[in-house]
């Protein structure tokens, strides 16, 4: 039996965020030149980046999703909206993105009884869309409602709770 592996996809966004970073700050006059020249380094490597990941995708290599919490400018929710466009810019399709967040988590902690799929019996968090994933990555940000631990959460509710955690 072959080995499967899993890979993080932190360095794809950790990238995208610093050449964003960069961006913003070439407009300075002093530095423009070098972080201009800086910029290009890093999209080369970021293209590289993206060409690696995608042949690792054709080779078999299964990602997860969400893996580089707790880095830099990674903040929970937002990543797994940001990701996706990530993925399918390196090649996986929306599904084989879809199964980065779903079913690969479930077959890498051995827990496919339980998880991976919507199952009578099965343990499930769903995030609920206005627009098929399918047919769009950017559907990821089309979020209708929550189910949490069985609890459903509206797009109103969910608002709600935004608000309230930027005013602290």
């Given amino acids: ?36 020249l800086l910029l290009t380094i890093r999209s080369e490597r970021f293209l590289k980046l993206l060409e690696t990941v995608g042949k690792m995708n054709r080779a078999g290599v299964l990602f997860l999703a969400g893996t580089n919490l707790g880095t830099s400018f990674i903040f929970a929710g937002s990543i797994l909206q940001d990701e996706p466009a ?19 988590p479930a077959k890498f902690f ?12 099965k343990l499930a968090d769903l995030v609920l869309l206005d627009a098929n994933l399918l047919t769009g990555i950017s559907n990821t940000k089309t979020i209708s409602a929550v189910v949490l631990n069985g609890r459903y959460l509206p797009k109103e509710k969910l608002q709600e709770f935004l608000r309230s955690i930027e005013q602290r």
């Avoid at 360095?11 to 965020?17: K, P």
């Avoid at 990530?86 to 690969?104: C, H, K, M, R, Y």
């Avoid at 051995?110 to 019996?121: A, S």
């Fill in 1 to 36: 039996m072959s080995a499967t592996y899993f890979i993080s996809a932190a360095v794809l966004h950790r990238l995208n965020s610093v050449l964003a970073i960069f961006s913003c700050l070439a407009t300075r006059s002093i530095m423009k030149k070098f972080l201009l």
């Fill in 86 to 104: 990530l993925f399918v810019e390196a090649g996986l399709s929306p599904l084989e993105v879809l199964q980065t967040a779903i079913v690969n």
């Fill in 110 to 121: 051995g827990r496919e009884k339980e998880l991976g799929t919507i199952e009578k019996g």
